[in-house]
């Protein structure tokens, strides 16, 4: 059980996590219980604050509640005294009853415009179950969280994507087409399988996406960030050469509204437009795939965009980070014995570090103990290093500029001279190979180690907007940091051909003007040479041939925050 202070944007480190506690027994805890000193704490931070000393040493009490709770469906019903998901009146965001169609099996259909829950109906829910001591629209009886008054029972348990979305719905998307059971179907896919495989193993990702792709044979193991990577970015390039066009417009629906709404840049027109993308999806998924896929992860799609009203963009409150947090807790144990112990024992040590490196004088203390608790701290910055501006870092040492040895070479020069508006001296001009932009380490085609990853296809700015294209080297000319980039330029033509498309819900939804993320582009001879700063962030360049036809695709990243 972990907490997150600060911006939403630090969410993701360890430095802002906090441990409130954990339960190491056979059975779950029985959450009165467990929960109730933690809402005592929470009430009386809220009623009486704590003291913090600001840099000016000023002392200021601050104040703090309760948000929300980001977790998976079964710990949700625990916490919130509420029905499963399997249940009738099981979801815990709206009052919808769902369908039983056989035993513990229940499938939620499209049924029109959904009735929110709120608080005020919660507490009277919950008065009715203590008056007939029986359930009543899902409620069990009274959280613990309502003890604490500014929590809303109604809409504070938002979904959770990493759970709902990519261990969910992706999960029963992915089994529909590959699965042998629907070898029947019209939108079964699983013949081709060899041949996705085959596009997927060879795409070379940045190191953004840790896990390097796998083939579509082991999606029973893969992770969450195995399954949003497909998502995100290879599924629409390989599933557009397989999947029958009605069947993968509709799945563009999915793909679309989910990456708008994970996105750091929302306005209320695009939040809409994802809206009513992922509503249709809803709406047609059981002409597509008929009644019994529709589980509670796809019903939960309906209430993502509301969620982001309320919260901000859906990884500001995934458990990307807090999973991650179960690994660091893991590597805490070392025995058998007193896990408990030692992992308390783990977890105080790794919150005062940071206050003992302060306190080190490399005049009294050992010069090596000095180095390994910094570098643990990770205060101290690499050795090669430097900082050409703010944000910008060169990595590495620099060399000097020898066109004839660089492929491309004149090419690279004449786009230096563009955008210096003058003849340059090879001598003044220094090249570099690798940068670090915002925390993100960029390479050039140049830099000769890299064969596994591609980190040198970006997005950057260029005439007011996003282009794209391959950094072929970094350099400095006359103080001015540069990347020298290869475009690409991308196609006119949209991934979905509406003229095939005869469901006219999907058809509309397809036409609401929403960001797109997946572009197919071509590769150019075209030079350019921008400022570094000029670069956003870095891309997944896609390759798919199928029948001696080759296509190239950007996938762009919605954010470059919620980590693995």
């Not at 290879?234 to 069947?247: A, D, F, G, T």
């Not at 103990?369 to 050795?383: F, G, H, N």
């Not at 690798?434 to 140049?446: D, E, F, H, M, V």
Request: proline share 5%.
């Amino acid at each position: 059980m972990c907490f997150v202070c600060g911006s939403a944007s630090n969410r993701f480190s360890k430095k802002y996590l906090l441990l409130a506690g954990f339960w190491f027994a056979p059975a779950k805890p029985r959450m009165t219980t467990f929960l109730d000193p933690l809402v005592d704490r929470l009430n009386k931070i809220l009623e009486h604050g704590v003291q913090v000393t600001y840099p000016d040493k000023t002392m200021h009490t601050v104040r703090g509640q309760l948000l929300l709770s980001s977790i998976d469906l079964q710990a949700k019903a625990l916490l919130a005294n509420h029905k499963q998901f399997n249940g009738e009146f099981g979801c815990n965001s709206c009052l919808d009853t769902g369908k039983r169609l056989r035993g513990p099996h229940r499938v939620w259909p499209y049924a029109g415009p959904i009735v929110l829950r709120t608080n005020t109906t919660y507490g009277e829910h919950v008065i009715r179950v203590m008056e007939t001591e029986k359930p009543y629209k899902g409620v069990k009886g009274a959280s613990v969280l309502y003890r604490h008054l500014p929590f809303d029972m109604g809409q504070g348990f938002p979904c959770d994507w990493m759970h709902s979305v990519l261990l969910g719905t992706m999960k029963t998307m992915l089994e529909l087409w590959l699965g042998r059971k629907n070898s029947k179907k019209p939108f079964y896919v699983g013949d081709k399988i060899l041949w996705m495989d085959e596009q997927v193993r060879n795409m070379r990702v940045p190191d953004n996406i840790s896990h390097a792709p796998r083939k579509l044979s082991d999606r029973q193991h893969f992770k969450a960030s195995e399954i949003r990577a497909f998502l995100l970015h290879y599924s629409l390039p390989v599933l557009r050469e397989v999947l029958p066009e009605q069947y993968f417009a509709h799945y563009v629906l999915l793909v679309s509204g989910v990456s708008m709404l994970v996105s750091d840049n929302i306005s209320e027109d695009q939040l809409s437009s994802a809206e009513q993308r992922l509503d249709v999806f809803c709406k047609e998924f059981e002409e597509l795939y008929g009644e019994s896929p529709q589980t509670m992860n796809v019903h939960l799609l309906r209430h993502l965009a509301h969620n982001t009203r309320l919260y901000g963009p859906l990884w500001a409150y995934s458990c990307f980070g807090y999973e991650a947090m179960n690994g660091h807790l893991k590597r805490m144990v070392h025995g058998t014995r007193f896990i408990v112990e030692q992992i308390t024992c783990s977890v105080v040590i790794a919150d005062n570090l940071q206050r003992l490196v302060d306190t080190l004088d490399p005049n009294r203390e050992a010069p090596k103990a000095v180095r390994l608790a910094r570098k643990l701290c990770i205060t101290e910055r690499r050795s090669n290093v430097t900082e050409l501006s703010p944000g910008v870092d060169r990595i590495g040492k620099p060399t000097a500029f020898c066109p004839e040895r660089i492929d491309m070479g004149d090419d690279i020069e004449r786009a230096i001279k563009e955008r210096m508006g003058d003849e340059i001296r090879r001598s003044s001009c220094e090249v570099f190979h690798r940068a670090s932009l915002a925390g993100q380490n960029i390479y050039s085609r140049g830099y000769g180690r890299e064969t596994a990853r591609n980190n040198r296809t970006v997005e950057y700015m260029a005439q007011d907007s996003v282009q794209y294209g391959e950094v072929l080297m970094f350099c400095t000319v006359h103080d001015e940091n540069l990347a020298v980039l290869k475009s690409l330029q991308p196609v006119d033509s949209p991934l979905v051909n509406l003229a095939e498309v005869n469901n006219p819900d999907v058809k509309g939804a397809l036409t609401l003007e929403l960001e797109n993320f997946v572009i197919e582009v071509v590769e150019t001879n075209m030079c350019i040479a921008v400022p570094i700063r000029f670069i956003r962030r870095k891309c997944v360049m896609m390759q798919t041939c199928k029948e001696g036809k080759k296509r190239t695709y950007i996938g762009r990243f919605p954010n470059i925050v919620e980590h693995d």
